[in-house]
C-alpha cells in the first residue's frame, strides 16, 4: 500500500491550492474512509478532514478548515483530493493523507478525525501560506 500526496507548494494568502493524494498496491473499492492531516512546525498531527464511505462518504471537516475546504475522491483514479481555499498564514503545514481498509463503527467528527484510525499514510507534503 502506498499513498503520495502532490499540489503542495507556496500560495499567498487568500490564494487556493488543490492537493492530491494517489494511492497504488490496493483498491478503493476496500478502503472504509480517509483522511487529511497536517502538522505544523512544534505542533502535533491534526486531522483536518475525511471522509467515511462506510456512512456513503459523509465528509468531515475541522472547524478551522471548515467552508474553506473540501475533500473529495475519484475511486476511477484511486486519488482523493483537498481542494484548499481562502487560505491563511496558520495553514502552513505538512499536510498527509491517510486511509484505513477497517470498519470503525465510531463515527462523529472527533473519532474520524484521529490520526490512531487510518493505518496506511503518506509521506506527507509542505503547503506554505505567504503573506
Known amino acids: 500500500v502506498q499513498l503520495v500526496e502532490s499540489g503542495g507548494g507556496v500560495a499567498q494568502a487568500g490564494g487556493s491550492l488543490r492537493l492530491s493524494c494517489t494511492g497504488s498496491g490496493f483498491s478503493f473499492d476496500d478502503v472504509n474512509a480517509v483522511a487529511w492531516f497536517r502538522q505544523a512546525p512544534g505542533k502535533a498531527r491534526e486531522g483536518i478532514s475525511a471522509?467515511?464511505?462506510?456512512?456513503?462518504?459523509?465528509?468531515y471537516y475541522d472547524d478551522s478548515v471548515r467552508g474553506r475546504f473540501t475533500i473529495s475522491a475519484d475511486d476511477a483514479k484511486d486519488t482523493v483530493y483537498l481542494d484548499v481555499s481562502t487560505l491563511k498564514l496558520d495553514d502552513t503545514a505538512v499536510y498527509f493523507c491517510a486511509i484505513t481498509f477497517s470498519v470503525n463503527i465510531a463515527v462523529g467528527r472527533q473519532a474520524m478525525l484521529q490520526p490512531g484510525r487510518y493505518r496506511h499514510w503518506g509521506q506527507g507534503i509542505q503547503v506554505t501560506v505567504s503573506s
Open positions: 471522509m467515511n464511505f462506510h456512512e456513503g462518504g459523509r465528509r
